[in-house]
């Protein structure tokens, strides 16, 4: 469980590094040639995606746990960590500066 919410940041980070590193291997690999990746690449996106799944997992049960103990909706919870994480990424294009 995470106990703060730097340690939520700290794991929806980790989720999205892996989430990148998995886009990373699909733009290497190409999937649409997957029948012909050899047995490394295969094993390699494998691992690459479990990590993410486990990783991503892992955020939603200490989201939820967090606003369980926190005693707020899970929607807040969300949006605030969306805010945090993002926070330093430029704005998308179109989008009102704040």
Known sequence: MAHTFDELVA?????????GR?????????PR???HWSAQQ????????RAWRDLA???RVAV???????????????ADLTHAVRSD???EPGTPSR
Request: glycine letters at 2%; charged letters at 40%; proline letters at 6%.
């Open 11 to 19: 794991k929806q980070i980790a989720a999205d590094e892996a989430h």
């Open 22 to 30: 998995l886009r990373q291997l699909r733009d290497t690999y190409d």
């Open 33 to 35: 040639t997957r029948a």
């Open 42 to 49: 295969r094993a390699t996106w494998e691992t690459a995606w």
């Open 57 to 59: 997992r892992d955020v």
């Open 64 to 78: 939820t746990d967090y606003a369980r103990a926190e005693g707020r909706p899970l929607h807040e919870i969300e």
């Open 89 to 91: 990424e430029p704005p």
